[in-house]
């Protein structure tokens, strides 16, 4: 069973940073891909980001291209979300996700991802 742990969010004013951390734990947590996806109230959820098991290769929903930096250190089973140039639109409920390395993890659908974090708030706000 994997278990994943996000943190790091809070509040932050508009062009602010932040980043995510999303901790694995359980048996080869470094074996899967990781997503990141996002809910704010009353919306769908948003694929934001995914990285591939070693980290080579990543992808970016369009609303967080340029801004976001997703990376992973496996000798600490931690994901990491970097989020620079921050909008009030990314005010949102963060969620780390694990999926299967042979799945189409790379599209960013969370009927990819079969492990969840809790869940952390960040909110954007002058």
């Known amino acids: 069973q994997l278990q994943l742990v996000e943190s790091g969010g809070g509040l932050v004013q508009p062009e602010g940073s932040l980043r995510l951390s999303c901790a694995a734990s359980?048996?080869?947590?470094?074996?899967?891909?990781i997503g990141w996806f996002r809910q704010a109230p009353g919306k769908e959820r948003e694929g934001v980001s995914c990285?591939?098991?070693?980290?080579?290769?990543?992808n970016y929903a369009d609303s967080v291209k340029g801004r976001f930096t997703i990376s992973r250190d496996n000798a600490k089973n931690t994901v990491y979300l970097q989020m620079n140039s921050l909008k009030p639109e990314d005010t949102a409920v963060y969620y780390c996700a694990a999926a299967d390395p042979l799945s189409n993890w790379y599209l960013l659908l969370g009927s990819q991802y079969h492990y969840w974090g809790q869940g952390t708030q960040v909110t954007v706000s002058s």
């Open positions: 359980g048996f080869n947590s470094d074996y899967y891909a």
């Open positions: 990285i591939s098991s070693s980290g080579g290769s990543t």
